[in-house]
Protein backbone atom coordinates (compact mmCIF):
# COMPACT_ATOMS: atom_id res chain seq x y z
CA UNK A 1 0.00 0.00 0.00
CA UNK A 2 1.34 3.60 -0.75
CA UNK A 3 1.94 6.08 1.84
CA UNK A 4 0.16 9.16 2.15
CA UNK A 5 3.15 11.41 2.26
CA UNK A 6 4.59 9.93 -0.14
CA UNK A 7 3.22 12.74 -2.72
CA UNK A 8 3.84 15.44 -0.43
CA UNK A 9 7.59 14.25 -0.53
CA UNK A 10 7.63 14.58 -4.08
CA UNK A 11 6.35 18.05 -4.33
CA UNK A 12 9.25 18.80 -1.93
CA UNK A 13 11.71 17.03 -3.98
CA UNK A 14 10.59 18.91 -6.67
CA UNK A 15 10.50 22.77 -5.19
CA UNK A 16 13.76 22.49 -3.89
CA UNK A 17 14.95 21.35 -7.58
CA UNK A 18 13.25 23.74 -8.92
CA UNK A 19 15.06 26.82 -6.53
CA UNK A 20 18.15 24.88 -7.02
CA UNK A 21 17.52 24.66 -10.66
CA UNK A 22 16.27 28.18 -11.03
CA UNK A 23 19.85 30.02 -8.93
CA UNK A 24 21.72 27.86 -11.70
CA UNK A 25 20.31 29.45 -14.45
CA UNK A 26 20.66 32.37 -13.17
CA UNK A 27 24.17 32.31 -11.79
CA UNK A 28 24.79 30.92 -15.94
CA UNK A 29 22.47 34.17 -17.15
CA UNK A 30 24.58 36.26 -15.42
CA UNK A 31 28.06 35.07 -15.66
CA UNK A 32 27.01 35.02 -19.52
CA UNK A 33 25.87 38.61 -19.73
CA UNK A 34 28.95 39.73 -17.71
CA UNK A 35 30.64 43.09 -19.89
CA UNK A 36 33.91 44.03 -18.29
CA UNK A 37 35.24 47.27 -18.97
CA UNK A 38 37.93 46.69 -20.74
CA UNK A 39 35.71 45.50 -23.23
CA UNK A 40 33.42 48.53 -23.77
CA UNK A 41 36.26 50.95 -23.70
CA UNK A 42 37.90 48.88 -26.30
CA UNK A 43 34.70 48.46 -28.36
CA UNK A 44 34.84 52.32 -27.72
CA UNK A 45 38.35 52.85 -29.15
CA UNK A 46 37.27 50.77 -32.11
CA UNK A 47 34.40 52.30 -33.17
CA UNK A 48 32.05 49.79 -32.80
CA UNK A 49 29.59 51.55 -30.04
CA UNK A 50 26.65 53.49 -31.59
CA UNK A 51 24.76 53.93 -28.52
CA UNK A 52 24.86 53.47 -24.69
CA UNK A 53 22.14 54.16 -22.24
CA UNK A 54 22.27 54.50 -18.64
CA UNK A 55 19.67 52.74 -16.19
CA UNK A 56 19.93 53.51 -12.31
CA UNK A 57 17.94 51.09 -9.98
CA UNK A 58 15.57 51.85 -7.29
CA UNK A 59 16.66 53.80 -4.45
CA UNK A 60 20.32 52.93 -5.59
CA UNK A 61 23.41 54.57 -6.80
CA UNK A 62 24.14 51.78 -8.97
CA UNK A 63 22.97 50.25 -12.51
CA UNK A 64 23.81 49.49 -15.72
CA UNK A 65 25.04 50.83 -19.05
CA UNK A 66 23.31 48.90 -22.49
CA UNK A 67 25.55 48.97 -24.77
CA UNK A 68 24.44 48.43 -28.41
CA UNK A 69 27.32 47.37 -31.09
CA UNK A 70 27.34 48.17 -34.90
CA UNK A 71 26.96 44.46 -35.24
CA UNK A 72 23.23 44.51 -33.69
CA UNK A 73 24.17 43.14 -30.75
CA UNK A 74 23.86 44.56 -27.35
CA UNK A 75 26.01 43.95 -24.32
CA UNK A 76 25.34 45.23 -20.37
CA UNK A 77 27.87 46.73 -17.98
CA UNK A 78 27.13 47.12 -14.56
CA UNK A 79 28.39 50.08 -12.68
CA UNK A 80 28.48 51.46 -8.80
CA UNK A 81 27.49 55.10 -9.99
CA UNK A 82 25.73 56.10 -12.00
CA UNK A 83 26.42 59.83 -11.95
CA UNK A 84 29.88 59.54 -12.19
CA UNK A 85 29.49 56.45 -15.39
CA UNK A 86 27.21 59.15 -17.18
CA UNK A 87 30.25 61.65 -16.91
CA UNK A 88 33.07 59.22 -17.51
CA UNK A 89 30.68 58.56 -20.96
CA UNK A 90 30.72 62.20 -22.33
CA UNK A 91 34.33 62.20 -21.56
CA UNK A 92 34.73 59.37 -23.98
CA UNK A 93 33.03 61.17 -26.43
CA UNK A 94 29.69 59.48 -26.17
CA UNK A 95 26.08 60.77 -25.62
CA UNK A 96 24.39 58.65 -22.89
CA UNK A 97 20.63 58.24 -22.56
CA UNK A 98 19.75 58.38 -19.68
CA UNK A 99 16.51 55.73 -18.95
CA UNK A 100 13.69 56.13 -16.95
CA UNK A 101 14.02 54.37 -13.37
CA UNK A 102 12.52 50.95 -13.22
CA UNK A 103 9.54 50.70 -10.59
CA UNK A 104 10.31 48.15 -7.83
CA UNK A 105 8.27 44.71 -8.30
CA UNK A 106 6.80 44.32 -4.82
CA UNK A 107 5.68 40.75 -5.51
CA UNK A 108 8.81 39.48 -7.38
CA UNK A 109 11.34 41.22 -4.50
CA UNK A 110 9.26 40.33 -1.68
CA UNK A 111 6.44 38.59 -1.62
CA UNK A 112 7.67 35.54 -4.03
CA UNK A 113 10.83 34.79 -1.68
CA UNK A 114 8.42 34.39 1.60
CA UNK A 115 5.88 32.26 -0.14
CA UNK A 116 8.54 30.06 -1.01
CA UNK A 117 10.02 30.16 2.56
CA UNK A 118 6.54 29.37 3.63
CA UNK A 119 5.81 26.46 1.11
CA UNK A 120 9.03 24.65 1.81
CA UNK A 121 8.11 25.16 5.97
CA UNK A 122 5.01 23.60 5.64
CA UNK A 123 6.08 20.51 3.43
CA UNK A 124 8.77 20.04 5.75
CA UNK A 125 6.20 20.38 8.74
CA UNK A 126 3.72 18.03 6.84
CA UNK A 127 6.47 14.74 6.17
CA UNK A 128 7.99 15.03 9.68
CA UNK A 129 4.30 14.33 10.84
CA UNK A 130 4.09 11.81 8.71
CA UNK A 131 6.73 10.13 9.29
CA UNK A 132 5.81 9.64 12.78
CA UNK A 133 3.05 8.33 12.36
CA UNK A 134 4.55 5.44 10.16
CA UNK A 135 6.94 4.94 13.05
CA UNK A 136 4.02 4.12 15.35
CA UNK A 137 2.18 1.88 12.30
CA UNK A 138 4.00 -1.67 11.54
CA UNK A 139 5.69 -1.15 7.82
CA UNK A 140 8.59 -1.43 5.98
CA UNK A 141 9.93 1.70 6.41
CA UNK A 142 10.06 1.79 9.94
CA UNK A 143 11.57 -1.65 10.95
CA UNK A 144 13.98 0.38 13.28
CA UNK A 145 11.01 1.77 15.60
CA UNK A 146 9.41 -0.99 15.54
CA UNK A 147 11.09 -3.90 16.37
CA UNK A 148 9.14 -4.88 19.15
CA UNK A 149 5.73 -5.12 17.17
CA UNK A 150 4.51 -8.74 15.66
CA UNK A 151 5.07 -9.56 11.78
CA UNK A 152 1.82 -11.46 11.67
CA UNK A 153 -0.97 -10.49 8.93
CA UNK A 154 -4.36 -10.61 9.81
CA UNK A 155 -6.33 -12.20 7.04
CA UNK A 156 -10.02 -11.29 7.39
CA UNK A 157 -11.81 -12.63 4.21
CA UNK A 158 -10.43 -16.63 3.57
CA UNK A 159 -11.33 -18.12 0.52
CA UNK A 160 -10.43 -21.83 1.64
CA UNK A 161 -12.82 -24.14 3.07
CA UNK A 162 -12.53 -27.74 4.32
CA UNK A 163 -13.71 -29.04 0.90
CA UNK A 164 -10.54 -27.71 -0.74
CA UNK A 165 -8.64 -30.04 1.62
CA UNK A 166 -8.89 -33.32 -0.22
CA UNK A 167 -6.97 -36.89 1.58
CA UNK A 168 -7.49 -35.97 5.06
CA UNK A 169 -10.45 -37.31 5.95
CA UNK A 170 -9.36 -38.29 9.72
CA UNK A 171 -7.60 -35.34 10.32
CA UNK A 172 -10.40 -33.07 8.98
CA UNK A 173 -12.91 -34.79 11.53
CA UNK A 174 -10.40 -34.14 14.42
CA UNK A 175 -10.66 -30.09 14.03
CA UNK A 176 -14.31 -30.29 13.90
CA UNK A 177 -14.78 -29.34 17.29
CA UNK A 178 -12.16 -26.21 16.95
CA UNK A 179 -14.87 -24.87 13.80
CA UNK A 180 -17.81 -25.80 16.07
CA UNK A 181 -16.54 -23.71 19.11
CA UNK A 182 -15.49 -21.36 17.45
CA UNK A 183 -19.17 -20.45 16.34
CA UNK A 184 -20.81 -21.30 19.24
CA UNK A 185 -18.56 -21.65 22.30
CA UNK A 186 -21.78 -21.77 24.55
CA UNK A 187 -22.81 -25.44 23.54
CA UNK A 188 -19.44 -26.14 25.17
CA UNK A 189 -19.04 -23.92 28.18
CA UNK A 190 -22.44 -24.71 29.41
CA UNK A 191 -21.44 -28.61 30.15
CA UNK A 192 -18.14 -27.67 31.61
CA UNK A 193 -15.52 -28.29 28.10
CA UNK A 194 -12.86 -26.34 27.73
CA UNK A 195 -11.83 -26.14 23.81
CA UNK A 196 -7.81 -27.08 23.60
CA UNK A 197 -6.04 -23.97 23.69
CA UNK A 198 -3.58 -25.65 20.54
CA UNK A 199 -3.21 -27.70 17.74
CA UNK A 200 -0.04 -29.70 16.61
CA UNK A 201 -0.05 -30.24 13.27
CA UNK A 202 2.95 -32.39 12.38
CA UNK A 203 4.16 -34.44 9.04
CA UNK A 204 6.46 -34.42 6.38
CA UNK A 205 6.86 -31.26 4.37
CA UNK A 206 4.07 -30.72 1.53
CA UNK A 207 1.62 -32.75 3.31
CA UNK A 208 -1.35 -29.97 3.81
CA UNK A 209 -0.66 -28.92 6.95
CA UNK A 210 -0.86 -25.12 6.09
CA UNK A 211 -3.80 -25.33 3.91
CA UNK A 212 -5.67 -27.02 6.89
CA UNK A 213 -5.18 -24.28 9.52
CA UNK A 214 -6.51 -21.86 6.48
CA UNK A 215 -9.14 -24.16 5.70
CA UNK A 216 -10.29 -24.07 9.31
CA UNK A 217 -10.28 -20.52 9.88
CA UNK A 218 -12.09 -20.16 6.75
CA UNK A 219 -14.72 -22.47 8.01
CA UNK A 220 -14.99 -20.94 11.66
CA UNK A 221 -15.32 -17.06 9.45
CA UNK A 222 -12.64 -15.75 12.22
CA UNK A 223 -9.71 -13.80 11.89
CA UNK A 224 -6.75 -15.78 11.18
CA UNK A 225 -2.99 -14.33 12.07
CA UNK A 226 -0.26 -15.75 10.00
CA UNK A 227 3.55 -15.76 11.36
CA UNK A 228 6.52 -17.95 10.66
CA UNK A 229 8.24 -19.22 13.67
CA UNK A 230 11.65 -17.49 12.61
CA UNK A 231 9.69 -13.71 12.55
CA UNK A 232 10.26 -13.85 16.40
CA UNK A 233 13.44 -14.46 16.10
CA UNK A 234 16.26 -11.23 15.94
CA UNK A 235 19.44 -10.77 16.95
CA UNK A 236 18.64 -8.49 19.86
CA UNK A 237 17.68 -10.64 23.40
CA UNK A 238 14.52 -9.70 23.81
CA UNK A 239 12.89 -8.86 20.86
CA UNK A 240 11.44 -12.29 19.78
CA UNK A 241 9.57 -12.28 23.55
CA UNK A 242 8.47 -8.75 22.59
CA UNK A 243 6.79 -9.75 19.54
CA UNK A 244 4.92 -12.71 21.46
CA UNK A 245 3.73 -9.95 23.45
CA UNK A 246 2.48 -7.75 20.85
CA UNK A 247 0.87 -10.92 18.90
CA UNK A 248 -1.39 -12.05 22.19
CA UNK A 249 -2.15 -8.39 22.60
CA UNK A 250 -3.40 -7.71 19.38
CA UNK A 251 -4.95 -11.17 18.62
CA UNK A 252 -7.11 -10.84 22.33
CA UNK A 253 -8.86 -7.77 20.51
CA UNK A 254 -9.97 -9.90 17.49
CA UNK A 255 -11.06 -12.92 19.54
CA UNK A 256 -12.23 -15.58 18.76
CA UNK A 257 -9.76 -16.28 16.26
CA UNK A 258 -7.07 -18.31 15.15
CA UNK A 259 -3.04 -17.79 15.49
CA UNK A 260 -1.12 -19.82 13.31
CA UNK A 261 2.87 -20.13 13.68
CA UNK A 262 4.51 -22.08 10.49
CA UNK A 263 7.30 -24.04 11.34
CA UNK A 264 7.38 -23.41 15.32
CA UNK A 265 10.33 -25.76 15.71
CA UNK A 266 12.70 -22.36 14.90
CA UNK A 267 11.22 -20.87 18.11
CA UNK A 268 10.35 -23.97 19.75
CA UNK A 269 13.36 -25.63 20.25
CA UNK A 270 14.56 -27.83 23.15
CA UNK A 271 15.78 -25.01 26.33
CA UNK A 272 19.17 -26.18 27.38
CA UNK A 273 20.65 -26.71 23.81
CA UNK A 274 22.38 -23.76 23.12
CA UNK A 275 25.88 -22.26 23.72
CA UNK A 276 23.82 -19.31 25.40
CA UNK A 277 22.35 -21.01 27.86
CA UNK A 278 19.41 -20.07 29.23
CA UNK A 279 19.55 -16.37 27.88
CA UNK A 280 19.69 -17.01 24.43
CA UNK A 281 17.20 -15.46 22.63
CA UNK A 282 15.42 -18.31 21.28
CA UNK A 283 14.52 -19.38 24.72
CA UNK A 284 13.59 -16.07 26.09
CA UNK A 285 10.92 -16.33 23.05
CA UNK A 286 10.00 -19.87 23.96
CA UNK A 287 9.16 -18.78 27.97
CA UNK A 288 6.76 -15.92 26.59
CA UNK A 289 5.43 -18.10 23.93
CA UNK A 290 4.65 -20.27 26.87
CA UNK A 291 3.80 -17.89 29.45
CA UNK A 292 0.67 -16.65 26.78
CA UNK A 293 -0.63 -19.77 26.04
CA UNK A 294 -1.17 -20.74 29.70
CA UNK A 295 -0.04 -18.39 32.42
CA UNK A 296 -1.50 -16.86 35.00
CA UNK A 297 -3.58 -14.45 31.79
CA UNK A 298 -6.16 -15.62 30.35
CA UNK A 299 -6.56 -15.91 26.24
CA UNK A 300 -9.96 -17.42 25.93
CA UNK A 301 -11.27 -17.22 22.47
CA UNK A 302 -7.31 -17.51 20.54
CA UNK A 303 -6.17 -20.52 19.28
CA UNK A 304 -2.84 -21.43 18.48
CA UNK A 305 -2.38 -23.46 15.16
CA UNK A 306 1.68 -24.58 14.69
CA UNK A 307 2.65 -26.83 12.04
CA UNK A 308 6.21 -28.67 11.96
CA UNK A 309 7.92 -31.98 10.46
CA UNK A 310 10.59 -32.03 13.37
CA UNK A 311 7.86 -32.35 16.79
CA UNK A 312 11.20 -34.67 18.44
CA UNK A 313 13.03 -31.51 18.67
CA UNK A 314 10.32 -29.25 20.54
CA UNK A 315 10.81 -28.62 23.93
CA UNK A 316 8.17 -30.77 26.08
CA UNK A 317 6.71 -27.61 27.71
CA UNK A 318 5.07 -26.79 24.91
CA UNK A 319 3.82 -30.00 24.21
CA UNK A 320 1.90 -30.82 27.36
CA UNK A 321 -1.93 -30.11 27.58
CA UNK A 322 -2.73 -26.70 28.11
CA UNK A 323 -0.30 -25.48 25.90
CA UNK A 324 -0.52 -27.91 22.83
CA UNK A 325 -3.65 -30.53 23.97
CA UNK A 326 -4.04 -31.74 20.72
CA UNK A 327 -1.52 -33.38 18.09
CA UNK A 328 -2.37 -34.07 14.66
CA UNK A 329 -0.53 -36.52 13.03
CA UNK A 330 -0.80 -35.33 9.01
CA UNK A 331 0.80 -38.20 6.89
CA UNK A 332 1.40 -38.65 3.10
CA UNK A 333 -2.05 -39.73 1.90
CA UNK A 334 -2.56 -43.13 0.87
CA UNK A 335 -4.17 -44.64 -2.67
CA UNK A 336 -7.34 -43.23 -2.33
CA UNK A 337 -6.27 -39.67 -0.69
CA UNK A 338 -3.81 -39.43 -3.78
CA UNK A 339 -6.62 -39.69 -6.21
CA UNK A 340 -8.93 -37.26 -4.32
CA UNK A 341 -5.89 -34.84 -4.41
CA UNK A 342 -5.30 -35.33 -8.26
CA UNK A 343 -9.22 -34.64 -8.63
CA UNK A 344 -8.55 -31.41 -6.99
CA UNK A 345 -5.66 -30.37 -8.59
CA UNK A 346 -7.05 -31.76 -12.20
CA UNK A 347 -9.87 -29.39 -12.26
CA UNK A 348 -8.62 -26.64 -14.28
CA UNK A 349 -6.67 -28.73 -15.96
CA UNK A 350 -7.96 -30.69 -19.40
CA UNK A 351 -7.29 -34.67 -19.47
CA UNK A 352 -7.34 -36.92 -22.59
CA UNK A 353 -9.47 -40.16 -21.73
CA UNK A 354 -6.60 -42.00 -21.83
CA UNK A 355 -5.46 -40.33 -18.35
CA UNK A 356 -6.41 -42.15 -15.62
CA UNK A 357 -6.10 -40.68 -12.31
CA UNK A 358 -6.72 -43.71 -10.55
CA UNK A 359 -4.19 -45.74 -12.15
CA UNK A 360 -1.87 -42.23 -11.44
CA UNK A 361 -2.42 -42.22 -7.85
CA UNK A 362 -1.83 -46.17 -7.23
CA UNK A 363 1.63 -45.80 -9.11
CA UNK A 364 2.51 -42.83 -6.59
CA UNK A 365 2.35 -44.43 -3.39
CA UNK A 366 4.73 -42.08 -1.03
CA UNK A 367 3.98 -38.82 -3.17
CA UNK A 368 2.64 -36.13 -0.70
CA UNK A 369 -0.14 -33.61 -2.10
CA UNK A 370 2.40 -31.22 -3.02
CA UNK A 371 4.31 -33.72 -4.96
CA UNK A 372 0.89 -34.55 -6.67
CA UNK A 373 0.21 -30.86 -7.87
CA UNK A 374 3.54 -30.21 -8.93
CA UNK A 375 3.92 -34.01 -11.34
CA UNK A 376 0.58 -32.58 -12.70
CA UNK A 377 1.44 -28.62 -13.20
CA UNK A 378 4.93 -30.63 -14.85
CA UNK A 379 2.77 -32.45 -16.41
CA UNK A 380 0.68 -29.60 -18.13
CA UNK A 381 4.05 -27.81 -19.21
CA UNK A 382 5.01 -30.35 -20.81
CA UNK A 383 1.74 -30.34 -22.71
CA UNK A 384 2.38 -26.64 -23.59
CA UNK A 385 5.86 -27.35 -24.96
CA UNK A 386 4.29 -29.66 -27.15
CA UNK A 387 2.08 -27.58 -28.92
CA UNK A 388 -0.75 -29.27 -26.98
CA UNK A 389 -4.44 -27.89 -25.60
CA UNK A 390 -4.46 -30.85 -23.80
CA UNK A 391 -2.77 -33.19 -21.18
CA UNK A 392 -2.00 -37.05 -22.59
CA UNK A 393 -1.00 -39.85 -20.70
CA UNK A 394 2.51 -39.49 -21.88
CA UNK A 395 3.04 -36.08 -20.20
CA UNK A 396 2.37 -37.38 -16.91
CA UNK A 397 4.57 -40.55 -17.25
CA UNK A 398 7.43 -38.09 -18.57
CA UNK A 399 6.95 -35.48 -15.68
CA UNK A 400 6.74 -38.60 -13.43
CA UNK A 401 10.32 -39.38 -14.48
CA UNK A 402 11.24 -35.94 -14.55
CA UNK A 403 10.08 -35.31 -10.37
CA UNK A 404 11.29 -38.68 -9.08
CA UNK A 405 14.88 -39.10 -10.83
CA UNK A 406 15.67 -35.70 -12.83
CA UNK A 407 15.37 -34.61 -16.34
CA UNK A 408 16.48 -36.56 -18.97
CA UNK A 409 19.56 -35.46 -20.79
CA UNK A 410 19.55 -37.50 -24.11
CA UNK A 411 22.38 -34.88 -25.78
CA UNK A 412 24.92 -36.11 -23.13
CA UNK A 413 27.59 -37.46 -24.96
CA UNK A 414 28.58 -41.28 -24.08
CA UNK A 415 31.01 -43.59 -25.50
CA UNK A 416 29.70 -47.05 -26.47
CA UNK A 417 31.36 -48.46 -23.57
CA UNK A 418 29.65 -46.87 -20.86
CA UNK A 419 26.90 -47.52 -22.67
CA UNK A 420 27.21 -50.68 -22.32
CA UNK A 421 28.22 -50.63 -18.84
CA UNK A 422 25.27 -48.43 -17.70
CA UNK A 423 23.05 -51.40 -19.60
CA UNK A 424 24.17 -54.23 -17.91
CA UNK A 425 24.10 -52.61 -14.64
CA UNK A 426 20.62 -51.13 -14.83
CA UNK A 427 19.41 -54.54 -16.72
CA UNK A 428 20.98 -56.32 -12.81
CA UNK A 429 18.66 -54.10 -10.76
CA UNK A 430 15.56 -54.98 -13.34
CA UNK A 431 16.14 -58.59 -12.76
CA UNK A 432 16.26 -58.73 -9.24
CA UNK A 433 13.24 -55.98 -9.23
CA UNK A 434 11.28 -58.98 -10.88
CA UNK A 435 12.45 -61.66 -9.63
CA UNK A 436 12.64 -61.32 -5.78
CA UNK A 437 8.89 -62.23 -4.43
CA UNK A 438 8.49 -58.45 -2.30
CA UNK A 439 10.02 -55.77 -4.35
CA UNK A 440 7.64 -53.85 -6.35
CA UNK A 441 7.33 -54.62 -10.73
CA UNK A 442 9.60 -52.56 -12.98
CA UNK A 443 7.95 -49.72 -14.39
CA UNK A 444 10.95 -48.23 -16.54
CA UNK A 445 14.71 -49.60 -17.73
CA UNK A 446 16.72 -46.31 -19.20
CA UNK A 447 20.01 -45.68 -19.75
CA UNK A 448 19.51 -42.32 -21.12
CA UNK A 449 21.59 -39.62 -18.54
CA UNK A 450 19.57 -38.06 -16.09
CA UNK A 451 19.98 -34.64 -13.70
CA UNK A 452 22.76 -35.03 -11.10
CA UNK A 453 25.93 -37.62 -12.74
CA UNK A 454 23.56 -40.73 -12.86
CA UNK A 455 23.90 -42.85 -16.10
CA UNK A 456 20.79 -44.48 -16.41
CA UNK A 457 17.92 -45.63 -13.43
CA UNK A 458 15.46 -48.30 -13.05
CA UNK A 459 12.17 -46.89 -12.05
CA UNK A 460 9.78 -49.92 -9.81
CA UNK A 461 6.27 -49.76 -9.76
CA UNK A 462 4.76 -49.40 -6.38
CA UNK A 463 1.58 -51.03 -6.10
CA UNK A 464 0.64 -50.86 -2.16
CA UNK A 465 1.38 -48.17 0.43
CA UNK A 466 3.13 -50.13 3.44
CA UNK A 467 2.73 -48.79 6.60
CA UNK A 468 6.16 -50.70 7.75
CA UNK A 469 8.46 -53.03 6.17
CA UNK A 470 9.58 -56.49 7.55
CA UNK A 471 12.98 -58.17 7.48
CA UNK A 472 12.81 -60.29 4.46
CA UNK A 473 11.93 -56.78 2.25
CA UNK A 474 14.61 -54.91 3.73
CA UNK A 475 17.29 -57.79 2.41
CA UNK A 476 15.76 -57.37 -0.39
CA UNK A 477 16.43 -54.11 -0.70
CA UNK A 478 19.84 -54.86 -0.50
CA UNK A 479 19.96 -57.36 -2.99
CA UNK A 480 18.51 -55.04 -5.58
CA UNK A 481 20.84 -52.29 -4.87
CA UNK A 482 23.81 -54.49 -4.99
CA UNK A 483 22.53 -55.99 -8.61
CA UNK A 484 24.13 -53.73 -10.78
CA UNK A 485 27.65 -53.76 -8.99
CA UNK A 486 27.34 -58.08 -9.33
CA UNK A 487 26.15 -57.24 -12.88
CA UNK A 488 29.21 -55.69 -13.68
CA UNK A 489 31.59 -57.95 -12.05
CA UNK A 490 29.94 -61.08 -13.57
CA UNK A 491 30.21 -59.22 -17.02
CA UNK A 492 33.29 -57.15 -17.62
CA UNK A 493 35.26 -58.91 -14.89
CA UNK A 494 36.12 -55.49 -13.31
CA UNK A 495 33.90 -53.04 -11.16
CA UNK A 496 32.76 -49.15 -11.79
CA UNK A 497 32.39 -46.04 -9.34
CA UNK A 498 28.52 -46.23 -10.84
CA UNK A 499 27.59 -47.97 -8.05
CA UNK A 500 28.83 -45.84 -4.84
CA UNK A 501 25.08 -44.66 -4.18
CA UNK A 502 24.10 -48.57 -4.45
CA UNK A 503 26.37 -49.45 -2.34
CA UNK A 504 25.90 -46.61 0.25
CA UNK A 505 22.08 -46.75 0.36
CA UNK A 506 22.43 -50.88 0.87
CA UNK A 507 25.07 -50.48 3.95
CA UNK A 508 22.27 -47.58 5.66
CA UNK A 509 19.69 -50.14 4.91
CA UNK A 510 21.80 -52.90 6.83
CA UNK A 511 23.21 -50.78 9.92
CA UNK A 512 19.48 -49.76 10.38
CA UNK A 513 18.39 -53.47 10.48
CA UNK A 514 20.92 -54.02 13.24
CA UNK A 515 21.30 -50.86 15.29
CA UNK A 516 17.54 -49.68 14.83
CA UNK A 517 15.37 -52.43 14.41
CA UNK A 518 16.85 -55.39 16.27
CA UNK A 519 17.15 -57.94 13.16
CA UNK A 520 20.57 -59.40 14.12
CA UNK A 521 20.67 -62.48 15.38
CA UNK A 522 24.16 -62.33 16.98
CA UNK A 523 23.57 -58.99 18.67
CA UNK A 524 19.75 -59.36 19.50
CA UNK A 525 16.59 -57.36 19.94
CA UNK A 526 18.20 -54.38 21.42
CA UNK A 527 18.30 -50.72 20.06
CA UNK A 528 21.74 -49.26 19.31
CA UNK A 529 20.70 -45.89 17.60
CA UNK A 530 22.56 -42.85 19.69
CA UNK A 531 20.34 -39.98 16.91
CA UNK A 532 23.38 -39.13 15.17
CA UNK A 533 20.68 -36.59 12.98
CA UNK A 534 19.84 -34.86 16.03
CA UNK A 535 22.44 -33.47 17.99
CA UNK A 536 22.16 -30.68 19.76
CA UNK A 537 24.78 -27.91 20.50
CA UNK A 538 25.94 -27.98 24.31
CA UNK A 539 23.77 -31.10 25.33
CA UNK A 540 24.57 -33.90 22.65
CA UNK A 541 27.73 -33.31 21.40
CA UNK A 542 29.84 -34.87 23.95
CA UNK A 543 27.46 -37.30 24.43
CA UNK A 544 29.25 -40.65 24.89
CA UNK A 545 27.63 -43.56 22.68
CA UNK A 546 25.43 -45.92 24.17
CA UNK A 547 27.68 -48.88 23.93
CA UNK A 548 31.16 -50.31 24.32
CA UNK A 549 34.02 -50.07 21.41
CA UNK A 550 33.52 -54.18 21.84
CA UNK A 551 29.76 -53.31 20.75
CA UNK A 552 30.99 -50.78 17.85
CA UNK A 553 33.18 -54.03 16.54
CA UNK A 554 30.65 -56.51 16.69
CA UNK A 555 28.12 -53.94 14.97
CA UNK A 556 30.34 -53.46 11.80
CA UNK A 557 30.59 -57.10 11.53
CA UNK A 558 26.75 -57.60 11.54
CA UNK A 559 26.77 -55.11 9.09
CA UNK A 560 29.35 -56.52 6.59
CA UNK A 561 27.62 -60.06 7.34
CA UNK A 562 24.01 -58.95 6.22
CA UNK A 563 25.78 -57.11 3.24
CA UNK A 564 27.84 -60.00 1.88
CA UNK A 565 25.23 -62.29 2.88
CA UNK A 566 22.85 -60.32 0.22
CA UNK A 567 25.58 -60.16 -2.36
CA UNK A 568 25.86 -63.73 -2.30
CA UNK A 569 22.27 -64.62 -2.54
CA UNK A 570 21.82 -61.75 -5.55
CA UNK A 571 24.67 -63.13 -7.72
CA UNK A 572 23.07 -66.34 -7.78
CA UNK A 573 19.55 -65.21 -8.97
CA UNK A 574 21.15 -63.38 -11.26
CA UNK A 575 23.88 -65.92 -12.51
CA UNK A 576 20.69 -68.17 -13.13
CA UNK A 577 18.94 -65.47 -15.66
CA UNK A 578 22.31 -64.51 -17.66
CA UNK A 579 20.23 -64.66 -20.88
CA UNK A 580 17.95 -62.30 -19.82
CA UNK A 581 20.58 -59.97 -18.61
CA UNK A 582 22.14 -60.11 -21.92
CA UNK A 583 18.72 -59.68 -23.35
CA UNK A 584 17.95 -56.46 -21.88
CA UNK A 585 21.27 -55.29 -22.46
CA UNK A 586 20.89 -56.18 -26.21
CA UNK A 587 17.53 -53.90 -25.47
CA UNK A 588 18.55 -51.23 -24.18
CA UNK A 589 21.33 -50.22 -25.93
CA UNK A 590 18.64 -50.72 -28.94
CA UNK A 591 15.98 -48.43 -27.59
CA UNK A 592 17.87 -46.48 -24.77
CA UNK A 593 14.62 -47.19 -22.54
CA UNK A 594 12.40 -49.89 -22.22
CA UNK A 595 8.42 -50.62 -20.20
CA UNK A 596 7.73 -53.51 -18.18
CA UNK A 597 5.56 -55.30 -20.69
CA UNK A 598 9.32 -55.22 -23.04
CA UNK A 599 11.15 -56.50 -19.92
CA UNK A 600 8.96 -58.67 -18.35
CA UNK A 601 8.57 -60.38 -22.26
CA UNK A 602 12.31 -61.20 -22.09
CA UNK A 603 11.25 -63.93 -19.44
CA UNK A 604 8.95 -65.31 -21.42
CA UNK A 605 10.80 -65.75 -24.41
CA UNK A 606 12.48 -69.14 -24.68
CA UNK A 607 14.82 -70.04 -22.79
CA UNK A 608 17.93 -70.16 -25.35
CA UNK A 609 21.27 -68.68 -24.37
CA UNK A 610 21.64 -65.57 -25.73
CA UNK A 611 24.62 -64.21 -27.46
CA UNK A 612 26.37 -62.08 -25.32
CA UNK A 613 27.43 -58.06 -25.99
CA UNK A 614 30.84 -58.01 -27.23
CA UNK A 615 32.77 -56.41 -24.05
CA UNK A 616 36.60 -54.22 -24.82
CA UNK A 617 39.06 -55.65 -22.58
CA UNK A 618 39.54 -52.75 -21.19
CA UNK A 619 38.34 -52.12 -17.60
CA UNK A 620 35.71 -50.40 -17.05
CA UNK A 621 35.54 -46.50 -16.34
CA UNK A 622 33.93 -45.30 -13.87
CA UNK A 623 30.55 -43.95 -14.62
CA UNK A 624 27.14 -43.08 -12.01
CA UNK A 625 23.99 -44.79 -12.24
Known sequence: MEKKGSGLGLVFVLVVLLLIGGIIISTLNFQKNTYTRGQFEEDVKNGQVIKVTVNQLQNSNGGSVTVEKKDGTTETLYVTDVTKETENLRKLGLDPYVGAVPKDNWFLNHMLPMLIVVIICILFFVLMINAQNAAMNSGPTSKMMNFGKSRARMIKENKYRLSDVAGLKEEKE??????????????????????????????????????????????????????????????????????????????????????????????????????????????????????????????????????????????????????????????????????????????????????????????????????????????????AKRERSYIVQQDINDSMIKVGIGTEKKSRLVSEKERKITAYHESGHAILFHVLPNMDPVYTVSIIPTGGSAAGYTMPLPENDNMFRTKKEMMEDIMVSLGGRIAEDLIFGDISTGASSDIKSATATARSMVTKFGMSESLGCINYGSDEDEVFIGRDLAKNRPYSEKVAGEIDEEVKRIVAECYSEAEKIIKEHMDVLHKSAALLLEKEKITRDEFEALFNEDQAPAESIEIPVESAESTEN
Do not use: W
Not at 263 to 272: C, F, L, P
Not at 282 to 296: I, R
Not at 307 to 318: E, G, K
Open 174 to 383: DLEEIILFLKNPESFTKVGARIPKGVLLEGPPGTGKTLLAKAIAGEAEVPFYSISGSDFVEMYVGVGASRVRDLFETASEHKPCIIFIDEIDAVARRRGTGLGGGHDEKEQTLNQLLVEMDGFTENSGIIVLAATNRVDILDPAILRPGRFDRKIMVGRPDVQGREEILNVHAKNKPLSDEVDLKHIAQTTAGFSGADLENLLNESAILA
